[in-house]
């Protein structure tokens, strides 16, 4: 059995300290709680989590890998839905932050993003993962990193709020909080690029443990 992470560095491991950042590029950590919910099982670990990923990025990763067919656990975190995913003409994945100050992301961010496209697109995203999952008897445990996923006050006609109410069951938590906001609330260490770190691994990987056994019984 083999588990297969999916998301952004908070599946990847920015900053905690395998991330390979002192060499010549950044690799995957063993240290994120998917990863150490794998060592528990004995299963062997494949992270395909990338920094800085939008949910269009981490659907397609999804969608790949559910055609492979070898038994696997998926183990996936959505991201921040303000995250703009793109492929260039060589098909390689570009991703357009709010905190990017060049001339693509000034006109994106001023001209052509909504708060309403974001929602509808991101749940989108998640019901067909979900459904593609379920349709292929892959067993997943999905949690989400941006509370406007589920917000009702604004942009948030029939569309939204239909499939807020179906996606939502499928989405869990910690402790009734995303994983950087349940890091705060315990007071667990968190890098200045606000990374939770290592001890806050560790301590949601029991939290998430009997969700991941439940879905593999």
Same mark, same amino acid.
């Given at each position: 059995?083999?588990?297969?992470?999916?998301?952004?560095?908070?599946?990847?491991?920015?900053?905690?300290?395998?991330?390979?950042?002192?060499?010549?590029?950044?690799?995957?950590? *063993? =240290?994120?709680?998917?990863?150490?919910?794998?060592?528990? =099982?004995?299963?062997? #670990?494949?992270?395909?989590?990338?920094?800085?990923?939008?949910?269009?990025?981490? =659907?397609?990763?999804?969608?790949? *890998?559910?055609?492979?067919?070898?038994?696997?656990?998926?183990? /996936?975190?959505?991201?921040?839905?303000?995250?703009?995913?793109?492929?260039?003409?060589?098909?390689?994945?570009?991703?357009?932050?709010?905190?990017?100050?060049?001339?693509?992301?000034?006109? #994106? #961010?001023?001209?052509?993003?909504?708060?309403?496209?974001?929602?509808?697109?991101?749940? /989108? *995203? /998640?019901? =067909?993962?979900?459904?593609?999952?379920?349709?292929?008897?892959?067993?997943?445990?999905?949690?989400?990193?941006?509370?406007?996923?589920?917000?009702?006050?604004? *942009?948030?006609?029939?569309?939204?709020?239909?499939?807020?109410?179906?996606?939502?069951?499928?989405?869990?938590?910690?402790?009734?909080?995303?994983?950087?906001?349940?890091?705060?609330?315990?007071?667990?260490?968190?890098?200045?690029?606000?990374?939770?770190?290592?001890?806050?691994?560790?301590?949601?990987?029991?939290?998430?443990?009997?969700?991941?056994?439940?879905?593999?019984?």
């Amino acid at each position: 059995m083999k588990i297969k992470s999916f998301g952004c560095s908070f599946v990847f491991g920015t900053d905690l300290a395998d991330d390979g950042r002192d060499g010549p590029y950044a690799t995957f950590s *063993h =240290l994120t709680w998917p990863a150490l919910i794998a060592k528990e =099982l004995n299963f062997e #670990y494949l992270c395909y989590a990338r920094p800085g990923s939008g949910n269009l990025r981490i =659907l397609e990763n999804i969608l790949t *890998h559910s055609t492979i067919g070898d038994p696997s656990v998926f183990l /996936i975190n959505w991201s921040w839905i303000d995250r703009f995913d793109y492929t260039t003409t060589d098909d390689k994945w570009q991703t357009i932050l709010p905190v990017d100050t060049d001339k693509t992301a000034d006109f #994106y #961010y001023r001209i052509l993003h909504s708060q309403y496209r974001d929602k509808l697109t991101t749940l /989108i *995203h /998640i019901d =067909l993962a979900i459904t593609t999952l379920q349709n292929q008897n892959i067993p997943f445990v999905m949690s989400y990193t941006d509370e406007l996923i589920f917000e009702t006050e604004w *942009h948030a006609g029939p569309a939204i709020t239909s499939l807020q109410d179906k996606i939502r069951p499928h989405l869990l938590k910690f402790e009734g909080q995303t994983f950087i906001e349940w890091a705060k609330a315990n007071r667990y260490p968190i890098s200045p690029t606000m990374h939770p770190l290592e001890q806050a691994h560790a301590h949601a990987s029991d939290l998430m443990m009997p969700k991941v056994l439940k879905v593999i019984e």
